[in-house]
């Protein structure tokens, strides 16, 4: 029921215009407002809008704080230099991915954000771990709203909201700043491919600082279709497809992410194992031939033998050809190796190609 989902600080702005909602990990969310393909447009060639607060925000506080967070990821936390943002990833005993996040560093905090559909595990994760480390956690999803501006135009169109110098911040780089005179958080972040920011005011200062950026220019509000697709071109791993608890980071192919000389993670002998493993599968890409989409769980095959999994598929808009992503067996990973993905009962050619599949020109 609709009622019982959770809204975000745009949940009527969603519904006023057009806004097709989807419960989404228990969030009532626009999946588009007009078409899939011309939101992911508007991203790759001018601006898109994104409602992003269903997204989970854990702050954290105190001298442990950083202590703490060195030993919940695999990435160096210690190492992280105000004013920077750092992927992460948060596993398991036994080296499997509960979740993959972003780690912000403030001056007086540190910021974690997870994925919808994973906040309630990893605060519970998170809360059974926390006794060990002088650090307080609050979770200020509901109380922040998040907004993602995207696209080659998001630099101007978000620098007229915030006192922030925009054009200083590099990527990956995250600031306290004032939003339409409310106390603000920038980063230079997205999961687009393209160059963007994103945001967080208080909640009660969400909708008006949507409604100024809908009419600061050629801007399109855009849903969490065009999302999925926009990532995808760009080779990012979406959790529950690519990254669950059964996969390992280097399986996954996020061995950048995991630094194990620089803090025992939890998790840490598991994620070292795994690496050691040489028939572990790859995630690659694939280009596949005609118009028919190989969905999550299509079975790629070498001949007549299986050997891997679909993971993600869709139509490029960008690039206009199918794409996806699979994991297959370490023989058959290689860029350019030809296989067939099982499209309900038909075999349809592939080729490995290299990841991403879109990367904008800088």
Not at 164 to 183: F, I, K, N, P, R
Not at 289 to 318: M, N, Q, Y
């Amino acid at each position: 029921m609709t009622d019982s989902l959770l809204k975000t600080p745009f949940h009527a702005w969603h519904g006023d215009h057009g806004g097709r909602l989807v419960d989404f990990a228990g969030w009532d969310m626009p999946v588009q407002y007009t078409s899939i393909t011309l939101e992911h447009t508007a991203v790759r060639t001018g601006i898109g809008l994104f409602d992003i607060s269903h997204m989970g925000r854990l702050q954290f506080c105190g001298p442990g704080a950083c202590g703490f967070l060195d030993r919940l990821l695999t990435n160096d936390v210690a190492s992280i230099e105000c004013g920077s943002v750092r992927y992460a990833l948060v596993c398991r005993d036994d080296g499997g991915i509960l979740d993959d996040v972003l780690v912000y560093r403030f001056q007086d905090d540190y910021l974690l954000v997870v994925n919808a559909s994973n906040r309630e595990k990893i605060v519970e994760w998170i809360t059974r771990h926390l006794d060990e480390h002088d650090v307080e956690m609050w979770d200020r999803t509901l109380e922040w709203a998040m907004v993602a501006v995207q696209g080659p135009g998001a630099l101007e169109m978000t620098a007229a909201v915030t006192d922030c110098d925009l054009t200083a911040m590099v990527y990956y780089g995250c600031e306290t700043a004032s939003v339409l005179g409310h106390a603000g958080r920038i980063s230079r972040t997205g999961y687009t491919g393209e160059d963007g920011f994103e945001l967080i005011v208080p909640a009660e200062a969400g909708p008006v600082l949507w409604e100024c950026l809908m009419e600061g220019g050629e801007v399109m509000a855009c849903g969490l279709g065009c999302r999925d697709t926009l990532r995808l071109e760009a080779g990012m791993p979406l959790y529950g497809h690519e990254l669950d608890e059964q996969t390992d980071p280097y399986t996954a192919g996020l061995g950048f992410a995991v630094k194990p000389d620089a803090c025992e993670f939890i998790g840490r002998e598991a994620v070292m194992a795994a690496r050691e493993r040489v028939d572990r599968k790859r995630r690659v890409g694939l280009d596949l031939e005609g118009r028919r989409i190989g969905r999550e769980g299509a079975e790629v095959f070498s001949g007549e033998t299986a050997v891997g999994e679909v993971t993600s598929g869709t139509f490029s808009p960008t690039l206009e050809r199918v794409i996806a992503m699979a994991y297959v067996e370490p023989a058959v990973a290689e860029v350019g190796t030809l296989l067939e993905v099982d499209i309900r009962g038909k075999r349809v050619a592939a080729e490995v190609v290299k990841l991403p599949f879109y990367r904008r020109e800088v």
